[in-house]
């Protein structure tokens, strides 16, 4: 079965990640409104608060701040941003052992944490809808010549 390539434009610091680790990535486009910045966003808090600062988001997390995420307009402060954000990406993580979803990673450090069965085990990322899949030169190369 023939694979679909997009072109999709992806900010460097997500690239070289991706090829330092060895491992795909799911990125996702930026939907905030104003000014289309044309990019794909990793889905981690971390990535997007790095892509929120492209956009001029800056400033103390207790500040408060309007989400334009696909006309969002909800009123938080930018400490929470990047979190809601993921919400809209569809982003969610879940216990590597029981297999329980949770929509933020902390409410599943809080399942881990308080299930005896469970707390020796890791939050995997379950990617959202919509997201593209981007995978290192050496992987991809690698896992061509599979059957």
Known sequence: MPLDLIPITVDPETLFRMEQSGQPLVVYECGLQGTPCGMCVEGTTSAVSAHLRRHGVTGPDNTVTTCTWGGCYK???????????LTHLGVKVSCSICGVVKCRRDLLHVHISSSELCHLAIADNVPGPGGYVIAPMSWTAGHMHQV
């Open 75 to 85: 009123t938080l402060k930018k400490g929470s941003m990047a979190r809601h954000i």
